[in-house]
């Protein structure tokens, strides 16, 4: 029987070397791997580049491997939670590629079906565009965009089994089906390990095909970014 577990986070990404590209899910702090990205930042490599929708907060998430300064570039599209960031960012420190939001996904979803580039209009005529080819479609003008691919991918999913079959809680699901597809190597930590057969075929969002490892995740916090509550009546 395939079992694609690993005994922990450590063992998981024991093998990313210094230099890699890993694609990382979640949006905000919603559905970040918490283990995983622990474990990279104790494995102390180098020089990541790093592809998220967003840079997590200064004292979690990405903000972690910011603060050791293990990351090198940036390929996000929302990151204005984090200061480390934003020094890092204006001081030279670190090197950053901007996406519009839809431009990102559609890269990464590019990247994992095999298509190696696509026509979008998001971007035309800003500093988006700027090096780029651009093309006129029943004239509007669109911009080509390269699909993204990462060395390793680290996803967080609520359920998984021993194949590596997930399934994703809610908005949980965000970018973590993408980078699970896009990623020669993909690391899944969950909630809840499973046996296979336990898992409806119907709910499974990502196939175990997409996924090579799997772990038991522990101790999660999901912290919430910006907390917005009306006053009780």
């Known amino acids: 029987m395939i079992n694609k577990v690993m005994n922990s986070a450590a063992e998981a990404v024991a093998d990313i070397p210094s230099g890699s590209t890993l694609l990382v899910g979640g949006f905000g702090l919603c559905g970040i791997p918490e283990n995983l990205i622990t474990a990279v930042v ?16 200064d004292d979690f998430g990405l903000g972690y491997l910011l603060r050791t300064r293990q990351i090198k570039k940036m390929i996000s599209s929302y990151v204005g939670e984090n200061s480390i960031f934003e020094s890092q960012f204006l001081n030279g420190e ?25 026509y979008t209009p998001a971007g035309f005529g800003t500093q988006i565009a700027e090096g780029k080819e651009t093309r006129d479609f029943d004239g509007r003008q669109f911009v ?43 690391i899944a930590e969950v909630e809840e ?9 119907d709910m499974v969002h990502i196939p175990s095909i997409f996924v090579q490892r799997i772990i038991q995740g522990e101790r999660y916090e999901k912290r919430i970014e910006q907390r917005t509550t009306r006053p009780r009546a």
């Open 144 to 186: 080509l965009e390269t699909a993204l691919v990462g060395d390793f991918a680290l996803v967080k999913a609520h359920k998984g089994d021993r194949h590596g079959n997930l399934v994703f809680h809610k908005s949980a699901r965000n970018f973590n089906p993408l980078c699970a597809q896009a990623g020669k190597i993909t």
């Open 193 to 201: 390990l499973v046996e296979p057969g336990e898992l409806d075929p």
């Open 42 to 57: 104790e494995a102390g490599v180098k020089d990541l580049t790093v592809v998220s929708n967003n840079a997590g907060v």
């Open 94 to 118: 670190l090197e950053v590629e901007f996406n519009p939001q839809g431009t990102l996904a559609e890269r990464m979803r590019a990247g994992g079906h095999g298509i190696p580039a696509f």
